[in-house]
């Protein structure tokens, strides 16, 4: 096997068939499907707190659009964010990532209590 075709399986997604023309591999394609397995369940949790964080922000919306308050609390937002990096800090986590993921859900939070308030 020449060095370019060598390259070109480990370029390419590694599967089963792989393994079984690169015994040697056989130990890693194994490992990354344990691996992979484990991410998909960790996604899996992600989506369903993500559901039912953005439940308690649609509340909180309504109550909100009720109440006459904007969308934005920008000084929960900046302590939110200050919480955060601690606890990514904490975690082994690089704050930045956690840091963006409020910048996510905080993004999106507002945009649907805009939604909300408009409707009201």
């Known amino acids: 096997m020449s060095d370019n075709e060598q390259s070109d399986w480990r370029n390419s997604t590694i599967d089963a068939a792989e393994a079984r023309e690169h015994p040697e591999t056989a130990e890693a394609v194994q490992a990354i499907e344990r691996l992979r397995g484990s991410i998909d369940n960790v996604d899996t949790a992600i989506v369903m707190l993500l559901a039912e964080r953005f439940k308690y922000t649609a509340r909180i919306g309504q109550w909100k659009a009720r109440a006459g308050f904007a969308p934005a609390d920008n000084e929960r937002e900046h302590s ?24 996510f859900v905080v993004s999106e939070s507002k945009t649907r209590h805009e939604r909300i308030a408009a409707q009201s």
């Open 80 to 103: 939110q964010i200050a919480r955060l990096r601690t606890l990514a800090e904490q975690a082994g986590l690089d704050p930045d990532i956690a840091e963006s993921y409020h910048t």
